[in-house]
């Protein structure tokens, strides 16, 4: 692999840039794996690289039943934050985060990490009252957040809608060390990286079968052959429960749900951080602007379950009618894209990353909307859950009995609805 | 959009419905085993393919209906109330 560096720049500059390798191998499947990740995601991705980074689990390949990049990776809204509140929870997404801040050195990628601001507009005093606690609970983890008056935010985004009657704007709450990453960057550095580590990525790879024998899994059967490894993890989020399902294990707290995201023509600077429009019950939606110059936004989920990766048209003008209502500027702007990606949609809202009842199959599902930002530490954890056969501190929760316990890591207090935990 | 056949108020756009669930779910008794309530609550078969669900017609005359859609192409192949002896009623 050749490394990214301003030598190499400069010498390839000069010989037509020739001097460069493919990002990663495309190698024919072996026999034998000492890991073997389902799924070529972000989450898959990650935990490969760290698996082969900190545990030394070198000889490891990553299932991919499409190409990389082309499912949930690249089908989000790039935002990264940690302003989470239950315990675990809070100390994951910390941790993420901190990841973030140093991944393109880590993975000699540049990610185009841009801690440019996460402000979530606030509507009413009880909302004000709500995020106050959880940004002062964030920060006994460390975590970073700010509350901002209505002139300190006037004062930073002057062309919001101030005058709007029915979802008043009180402030607003702040997570300065927020942002947004380029989703294609993280998951072509992550394949990049794992790959020069001596990771085989396996792309057109869709598992049909799997094998199990004395209580553990003996193969899997794939598109391209069968492929043995000593130990299996699931990274699959959407189709989790298909898989689940082929391993002969029963039912998973997770329903599957599709989630839409928009995308403009590209305009000047216009918005230099990341905007939530309406918790506390107003509304829901986020919106930032790509480096290109388009707004990037999203909104709610389409509410029925569904594997499809297409949205529906009332989601549509919902979200248009959100970005309308809280910035009017961008009336005149045409949609380029839009498009949805399958959600594994949880029970509380919070993932699953545990050890199953088979011996050597590891699980990392559930995700809902926060895959994109969790991915490093997904991957952290998942290689360091995989590889000590138990599951760290951290996500001593994030199994799936927590259930029968009485433990609910639900962020919004939502219930045991999945289409609810957005 | 997908377009729901209420037996009562007729074809309709799904935005005037809300959405409920999964309709296979059979809630044990109430003295049942802690486990028999842990999985009706909280696990899902979450199929990939025909699935039996509920929608109510919110928007119209709120009846609660069981209908069996594809969560792959959503195609609606069955609507009829939840309630077994409603579907008379309507007919006569």
Same mark, same amino acid.
């Given at each position: 692999m050749t490394r990214f560096n301003a030598w190499n720049v400069f010498k390839n500059g000069l010989n037509g840039q020739t001097g460069w390798d493919r990002q990663w191998r495309d190698p024919e499947p072996k026999q034998n794996y000492d890991a073997v990740i389902v799924g070529g995601g972000l989450h898959g991705l990650a935990t490969a690289y760290y698996l082969a980074k900190n545990h030394n689990i070198k000889n490891v390949a990553v299932l991919e039943k499409g190409w990389i990049g082309g499912g949930n990776a690249g089908r989000n809204t790039t935002i990264v934050r940690s302003n989470y509140m239950m315990p675990g929870n809070r100390e994951f997404y910390e941790h993420t985060l901190q990841l973030w801040e140093n991944l393109s050195h880590d993975l000699n990628y540049n990610v185009m990490f841009?801690?440019?601001? #996460?402000?979530?507009? $606030? #509507?009413?005093?009880?909302?004000?009252?709500?995020?106050?606690?959880?940004?002062?609970?964030?920060?006994?983890?460390?975590?970073?957040?700010?509350?901002?008056?209505?002139? !300190?935010?006037?004062?930073?985004?002057?062309?919001?809608?101030y005058d709007n009657g029915r979802f008043p704007i009180l402030g607003a709450i702040v997570q300065p060390r927020a942002g947004n990453a380029r989703h294609d960057s993280a998951v072509w550095g992550y394949a990049r990286a794992a790959d020069s580590l001596g990771v085989d990525i396996l792309q057109n790879c869709e598992v049909t079968g799997i094998t199990r024998k004395n209580g553990s899994i003996e193969s899997l059967q794939t598109t391209r052959g069968n492929i043995k490894g000593k130990k299996i993890g699931f990274a699959v989020a959407g189709h989790t429960s298909v898989l689940w399902q082929m391993a002969e294990l029963g039912n998973l707290p997770i329903e599957s749900h599709k989630l839409q995201a928009f995308v403009t023509e590209a305009v000047k600077p216009l918005l230099d951080c990341v905007l939530i429009f309406g918790p506390g019950g107003a509304a829901h939606f986020y919106i930032s602007q790509s480096d290109k110059g388009s707004m990037v936004f999203g909104g709610e989920l389409d509410w029925y379950k569904s594997y499809a990766q297409r949205g529906n048209l009332p989601t549509v003008k919902e979200n248009g009618e959100c970005a309308m209502a809280i910035m009017p500027c961008l009336g005149k702007l045409r949609l380029l894209r839009h498009w949805a990606g399958v959600m594994d949609m949880s029970m509380d809202g919070s993932?699953?990353?545990? !050890?199953?009842? $088979?011996?050597?199959?590891?699980?990392?599902?559930?995700?809902?909307?926060?895959?994109? !930002?969790?991915?490093p530490a997904s991957g952290w954890y998942f290689a360091d859950l995989i590889a000590n056969e138990r599951p760290h501190k951290v996500i001593e929760n994030h199994n799936l009995e927590r259930f029968e316990k009485g433990i609910n890591l639900d962020e919004r207090g939502i219930g045991p609805d999945p289409k609810m935990h957005g | 959009m997908i377009l729901i056949k209420c037996p009562y108020c007729g074809e309709r756009d799904h935005s005037e419905f809300s959405y409920g669930g999964d309709a296979s779910i059979v809630y044990p008794s109430l003295d049942a085993p802690q486990e028999e309530w842990v999985k009706a609550i909280f696990f899902r078969e979450n199929i990939k393919g025909i699935q039996k669900e509920t929608w109510q017609h919110i928007n119209g005359c709120r009846m609660w209906l069981e209908v069996e859609r594809s969560t792959i192409t959503h195609e609606i192949t069955s609507v009829k109330?939840?309630?077994?002896?409603?579907?008379?009623?309507i007919d006569n």
């Amino acid at each position: 692999m050749t490394r990214f560096n301003a030598w190499n720049v400069f010498k390839n500059g000069l010989n037509g840039q020739t001097g460069w390798d493919r990002q990663w191998r495309d190698p024919e499947p072996k026999q034998n794996y000492d890991a073997v990740i389902v799924g070529g995601g972000l989450h898959g991705l990650a935990t490969a690289y760290y698996l082969a980074k900190n545990h030394n689990i070198k000889n490891v390949a990553v299932l991919e039943k499409g190409w990389i990049g082309g499912g949930n990776a690249g089908r989000n809204t790039t935002i990264v934050r940690s302003n989470y509140m239950m315990p675990g929870n809070r100390e994951f997404y910390e941790h993420t985060l901190q990841l973030w801040e140093n991944l393109s050195h880590d993975l000699n990628y540049n990610v185009m990490f841009s801690q440019r601001a #996460h402000v979530v507009l $606030i #509507h009413s005093p009880g909302a004000l009252d709500a995020y106050a606690r959880r940004y002062n609970t964030m920060k006994l983890t460390g975590s970073d957040g700010e509350l901002w008056s209505l002139e !300190k935010l006037k004062n930073k985004i002057p062309h919001l809608n101030y005058d709007n009657g029915r979802f008043p704007i009180l402030g607003a709450i702040v997570q300065p060390r927020a942002g947004n990453a380029r989703h294609d960057s993280a998951v072509w550095g992550y394949a990049r990286a794992a790959d020069s580590l001596g990771v085989d990525i396996l792309q057109n790879c869709e598992v049909t079968g799997i094998t199990r024998k004395n209580g553990s899994i003996e193969s899997l059967q794939t598109t391209r052959g069968n492929i043995k490894g000593k130990k299996i993890g699931f990274a699959v989020a959407g189709h989790t429960s298909v898989l689940w399902q082929m391993a002969e294990l029963g039912n998973l707290p997770i329903e599957s749900h599709k989630l839409q995201a928009f995308v403009t023509e590209a305009v000047k600077p216009l918005l230099d951080c990341v905007l939530i429009f309406g918790p506390g019950g107003a509304a829901h939606f986020y919106i930032s602007q790509s480096d290109k110059g388009s707004m990037v936004f999203g909104g709610e989920l389409d509410w029925y379950k569904s594997y499809a990766q297409r949205g529906n048209l009332p989601t549509v003008k919902e979200n248009g009618e959100c970005a309308m209502a809280i910035m009017p500027c961008l009336g005149k702007l045409r949609l380029l894209r839009h498009w949805a990606g399958v959600m594994d949609m949880s029970m509380d809202g919070s993932f699953f990353m545990c !050890k199953t009842p $088979i011996d050597n199959l590891y699980l990392n599902a559930g995700w809902n909307y926060g895959g994109f !930002k969790a991915s490093p530490a997904s991957g952290w954890y998942f290689a360091d859950l995989i590889a000590n056969e138990r599951p760290h501190k951290v996500i001593e929760n994030h199994n799936l009995e927590r259930f029968e316990k009485g433990i609910n890591l639900d962020e919004r207090g939502i219930g045991p609805d999945p289409k609810m935990h957005g | 959009m997908i377009l729901i056949k209420c037996p009562y108020c007729g074809e309709r756009d799904h935005s005037e419905f809300s959405y409920g669930g999964d309709a296979s779910i059979v809630y044990p008794s109430l003295d049942a085993p802690q486990e028999e309530w842990v999985k009706a609550i909280f696990f899902r078969e979450n199929i990939k393919g025909i699935q039996k669900e509920t929608w109510q017609h919110i928007n119209g005359c709120r009846m609660w209906l069981e209908v069996e859609r594809s969560t792959i192409t959503h195609e609606i192949t069955s609507v009829k109330p939840c309630h077994k002896n409603l579907q008379k009623v309507i007919d006569n």
